[in-house]
């Protein structure tokens, strides 16, 4: 499957940005969707994750209740609302794929697309 990243950009603190990622190639509904970022000099950590159905959301603990993943399947797109953002939150975003359950690690996931930067000023 290949992914495509958008929706990032430079924004105040406090500010909202919404990513998009669009998926071509295989079935989409049949993966489990998931955000990582990377800031610079740091690892890609695990941001958010959503089930295949929507139904299971799993996030980092410092995004909780200001983060939100969603997914279309009739658009093979994932989202990630982000609002209340933080200079902490400055990082390039990657989207990623895998088959299967819930997993955090960045080594789980088989397919990845080019991030997307956001910058949060203060």
């Known amino acids: 499957v290949q992914l495509q990243a958008s929706g990032g950009g430079l924004v105040q603190a406090g500010g909202s940005l919404r990513l998009s990622c669009a998926a071509s190639g295989r079935t989409f509904s049949s993966y489990l969707m998931a955000w990582f970022r990377q800031a610079p000099g740091k690892e890609r950590e695990f941001v958010a994750a959503?089930?295949?159905?929507?139904?299971?959301?799993w996030y980092l603990d410092s995004v909780k209740g200001r983060f939100t993943i969603s997914r279309d399947n009739a658009k093979d797109t994932v989202y990630l609302q982000m609002n209340s953002l933080r200079p902490e939150d400055t990082a390039v975003y990657y989207c990623?794929?895998?088959?299967?359950?819930?997993?955090?690690?960045?080594?789980?996931?088989?397919?990845w697309g080019h991030g997307t930067q956001v910058t949060v000023s203060s």
């Open positions: 990623a794929a895998r088959r299967g359950r819930y997993s955090g690690s960045v080594q789980s996931y088989e397919y």
């Open positions: 959503i089930s295949w159905s929507g139904g299971n959301t």
